[in-house]
């Protein structure tokens, strides 16, 4: 994880009874209303989100990466949830709490429309 991410996770911890004033919840909401805007149509269907994921083993030295590349992240979760949706009311699931890998199986993601994935390193 990059040295500024991590300094703003630890910070997040320091600011959370901070974020939960009213005051600076309205305050923040009003400014994420005014400033903040949602994709429109055309980059929801032409967008793309890139993902990077690296492990490494201190023990072995070996290390795995993996890329992946989605559709627009709300058309992404519009696929996933209504896929997820869809096998879940097939009885495709077992019961009980899941998340999409334990429900779906570990390439679930690469199941849903647009996805790719690379893998690459030792692993």
Same mark, same amino acid.
Request: charged share 25%; net charge negative; aromatic share 6%.
């Given at each position: 994880?990059?040295?500024?991410?991590?300094?703003?996770?630890?910070?997040?911890? /320091?600011?959370?009874?901070?974020?939960?004033?009213? $005051?600076?919840?309205?305050?923040?909401?009003? #400014?994420?209303?005014?400033?903040?805007? =949602? $994709?429109?149509?055309?980059?929801?269907?032409?967008?793309?989100? /890139?993902?990077?994921?690296?492990?490494?083993?201190?023990?072995?030295?070996?290390?795995?990466?993996?890329?992946?590349?989605?559709?627009?992240?709300?058309?992404?979760?519009?696929?996933?949830?209504?896929?997820?949706?869809?096998?879940? #009311?097939?009885?495709?699931?077992?019961?009980?709490?899941?998340?999409?890998?334990?429900?779906? =199986?570990?390439?679930? @993601?690469?199941?849903?429309?647009? @996805?790719?994935?690379?893998?690459?390193?030792?692993?």
């Amino acid at each position: 994880m990059p040295s500024a991410a991590r300094r703003a996770l630890r910070a997040s911890g /320091h600011l959370a009874p901070l974020f939960d004033a009213a $005051p600076v919840r309205d305050t923040l909401r009003s #400014l994420i209303t005014r400033f903040v805007d =949602g $994709p429109d149509a055309d980059e929801r269907a032409t967008g793309r989100a /890139h993902i990077w994921g690296e492990v490494s083993s201190d023990a072995t030295g070996e290390t795995a990466v993996s890329r992946l590349v989605t559709p627009e992240t709300y058309a992404f979760t519009v696929d996933a949830a209504t896929t997820a949706a869809e096998r879940t #009311l097939d009885g495709d699931t077992p019961p009980g709490y899941q998340t999409p890998a334990t429900a779906f =199986g570990a390439d679930f @993601v690469t199941d849903l429309d647009g @996805v790719t994935r690379t893998d690459d390193g030792d692993a």
